[in-house]
């Protein structure tokens, strides 16, 4: 069984940065980060493919979030800069099953999903 453990949320001023952590136990291949605030769907942030190649990201953290990856400790980050309260949220980190996907950016594109850890951005 497949299980996604997140660090390093917390709180942080606007402007500020921070850097998320999602450590992987079992085989996964693509990896992505979601976010979710109470009363909306949760969206997706930033996906990886398995060799990193391929990177994708919401049109709301272009420029200012990456996503990255490190296939010998099978650990993928979000480094997240110019914070923005609107960037407050649950962050989940999602991983899936298959070597090759056409899509990243989709929930139902990941098969394993972390329990969360929440981002809190001070105005």
């Known amino acids: 069984q497949v299980q996604l453990a997140e660090s390093g949320g917390g709180l942080v001023q606007a402007g500020g940065s921070l850097r998320l952590s999602c450590a992987a136990s079992g085989l996964t291949f693509t990896k992505g980060w979601f976010r979710q605030v109470p009363g909306k769907e949760r969206e997706f942030v930033a996906g990886?493919?398995?060799?990193?190649?391929?990177?994708d990201y919401a049109d709301s953290v272009k420029g200012r979030f990456t996503i990255s990856r490190d296939n010998a400790k099978n650990t993928v980050y979000l480094q997240m800069s110019s914070l923005k309260p609107e960037d407050t949220a649950v962050y989940y980190c999602a991983a899936g099953d298959k070597v090759f996907q056409t899509r990243q950016t989709g929930a139902d594109d990941y098969a394993y999903w972390g329990q969360g850890t929440q981002v809190t951005v001070s105005s």
């Open positions: 990886i493919s398995w060799n990193g190649a391929r990177t």
